[in-house]
């Protein structure tokens, strides 16, 4: 017989992190780290139930971005020297506005004080003058001890953490704070795997580090995460996406425009719709946030608080030439989740510039081709004795500038600029000349799309989706609506009452789906109930009941519970596994047994 159950009782958004904290750390989702020794602020150690639902989301996004799109995949370290990333730019750019607290001294992130104080919703995009001036006209608090914060200087900090790489006067390093940067350094091998033809991608997941100076909201800012993410290459003249296979998927946005307008909203349209009339710019962006929605739905966000948002100019990251992010509704916020930026040349070229390798492809004309060519070819004797030591700078100045403006050797002299001084060379020095000459293609630099999943604020998001309260048999009960692929544990087995042939039955059927390759638990602790309110809470989708009628019936047979209708069915033992894993996949509805 089915529990009596009546739908949702009303509960406050405000409400729901809090719980939703308290669920998880007592059913083993995720907790804070080295509670022992008082924990540490931004680190958080997913347990069973966390690890096994991120393990799931992961395996998800991996069949979707990585399998289903034919790209490859990589395991980078996390630790990269510091060249990399000061080819990259993240010395230089990657820094967050710290305000620190006269009285206290608590560090604070100043956008994160004026958003959470004021009706400015993007304060990270406000240059760092007009946030101290808008801490000073609001007479902003330190949000640990109230002391005023007015006429405090806000500061860059950098977010990664440094490191040394080997012992005594070793080399600096960083651990690494995307894991995009493994990917781009590995171009000139990962071109050869892909047999340097365009378009290709390359995927990773994994671990990623940034110094947060105020990690807050459990998982959802924290300061080692992971990083789920796809760099994909392409010939930025020739390739086009295949966008005919998500021109129809429907997707709320939020551009810039309407954001900077004063009435703007959320606008609802198609993918399609969305390109021609160029609210999205790059058809390439465009054709990932059409594969992502319906993904997203899949592992169970709530599509009626999801959106893309677009970058505003101040916001964006200095390598991306336009970004919109996947957000979710939060108690009333908005998350983000996910970036999709569209990188063009930057991260390649800049690390052809910094290091000693190519970073670029041969792209192969469909016939040879006659051109003009400016050259150079100096007379060694007069540089070498002229410069000595910069000679083959020197050189490399003159190919730079024959390239790009031959023009520059009309006269008698030429100018080039070395280390930031001028000199002037006679021309007939040179060796400068026009020739014609046969090329078969091309070297290229790829342009890069790029998109960025946050997993840890992914696993929150669909939990907090998920969380749910009802009331079945008179008692108020929580539970959380996974979707089956992604939930840790997929059924529970129990024995009915405390008898030997009852929990021998029912192990030796935990054993049988384990071998069908379903996550089970079997539980034989309290009355039924408390072990049906226990999966539910833990968001078990199915539970399966061995009870007398089970070893003494002619025809052998299990009650099946349904987690959010907690209606029941019998079902015979023999078709248990392969049904269980028709209802996993979707390929049965439990309302069709």
């Known amino acids: 017989m089915s529990e009596q159950r009546q739908t ?18 007592r059913r083993g989702y995720f907790f804070q780290s080295s509670g022992a020794y008082g924990g540490v602020g931004g680190f958080y150690t997913f347990g069973p139930q966390g690890a096994a639902l991120k393990g799931n989301v992961e395996d998800a996004w991996r069949d979707r971005f990585a399998v289903a799109e034919g790209n490859m995949e990589i395991d980078a370290p996390t630790i990269m020297p510091e060249p990399v990333f000061e080819a990259s730019g993240h010395l ?17 992130r100043a956008d994160h004080v004026v958003e959470d104080n004021t009706e400015y919703e993007d304060a ?5 003058p007009e946030v101290e001036d808008v801490i000073a006209e609001y007479e902003l608090v330190c949000p640990s001890c109230d002391a005023g914060l007015a006429g405090q200087a806000v500061e ?38 892909a047999r340097n033809q365009l378009p290709f991608g390359v995927t990773q997941i994994g671990r990623a580090y940034r110094n947060e100076i105020s990690p807050r909201r459990s998982i959802i800012r924290t ?13 930025p003249e020739e390739d086009e996406p295949p966008l005919e296979r998500v021109e129809d998927v429907e997707v709320t946005l939020y551009p810039a425009s309407e954001q900077n307008a004063e009435d703007g909203d959320e606008v609802r349209t198609t993918i399609g719709d969305a390109v021609d009339d160029g609210v999205i710019g790059s058809p390439w962006v465009a054709y990932f946030l059409g594969v992502a929605k319906p993904w997203y ?25 336009d970004c919109w992010d996947a957000e979710s509704e939060i108690d009333g916020n908005w998350i983000e989740m996910a970036g999709f930026a569209y990188r063009s040349d930057y991260d390649l070229s800049k690390h052809e510039e910094h290091s000693d390798d190519r970073f670029t492809i041969f792209k192969q004309y469909d016939e040879p081709q006659t051109v003009e060519r400016a050259v ?41 600029v070395l280390e930031g001084e001028s000199h002037e060379l006679p021309v007939e020095k040179t060796g400068f000349a026009v020739e014609e000459q046969t090329e078969a293609g091309e070297h290229i630099t790829p342009h890069v799309v790029e998109p960025s999943f946050g997993v840890d604020r992914l696993v929150y998001t669909v939990l907090h989706h998920a969380y749910s309260e009802d009331e079945v048999a008179g008692e108020e009960r929580t539970y959380l609506d996974l979707d089956p692929e992604v939930a840790p544990t997929f059924v529970g087995v129990f024995p009915l009452q405390s008898d030997d042939e009852l929990e021998a039955e029912a192990r030796d059927i935990a054993a049988a789906l384990r071998a069908e390759g379903l996550a089970v638990t079997y539980d034989d602790s309290g009355n039924i109930g408390r072990r049906y309110r226990r999966q539910d809470e833990v968001g078990t989708p199915f539970c399966v009941t061995v009870d007398y009628e089970t070893v003494e019936a002619d025809e052998r047979s299990v009650t099946v519970r349904e987690r959010d209708s907690t209606d029941q069915k019998r079902l015979p033992i023999d078709d248990l596994p392969e049904t269980l894993s028709a209802l996993r996949t979707g390929e049965l509805e439990f309302e069709e047994l």
């Open 8 to 25: 949702d009782v009303a509960e406050t958004d405000e409400s729901t992190s809090e719980k939703l904290v308290e669920l998880a750390k």
């Open 92 to 108: 230089d750019g990657f820094d967050d506005m710290l305000v620190e607290c006269p009285e206290c001294g608590e560090s604070h």
């Open 124 to 128: 990270e995009s406000l240059p760092i």
């Open 156 to 193: 860059a900090f950098n977010l990664m953490f440094a490191t040394n790489i080997g012992p005594g006067d070793s080399d600096p390093g960083y651990l690494r704070p995307e894991t995009a940067q493994g990917i781009f350094v590995e171009f000139p091998r990962l071109k050869e795997y």
């Open 223 to 235: 300061r080692e995460f992971t990083q789920a993410e796809l760099e994909y290459f392409v010939d």
């Open 297 to 321: 739905d899949a592992v169970g966000v709530d599509m009626d608080r999801f959106r893309f948002r677009q970058h505003l100019s101040g916001e964006r990251a200095h390598y991306a030439a």
């Open 376 to 416: 150079v070819d100096p007379d060694m004797s007069y540089l070498g004795p002229e410069f000595g030591g910069d000679a083959q700078a020197v050189v490399q100045k003159l190919e730079e500038l024959a390239s790009r403006d031959r023009a520059a050797f009309d006269g008698e002299t030429v100018e080039i």
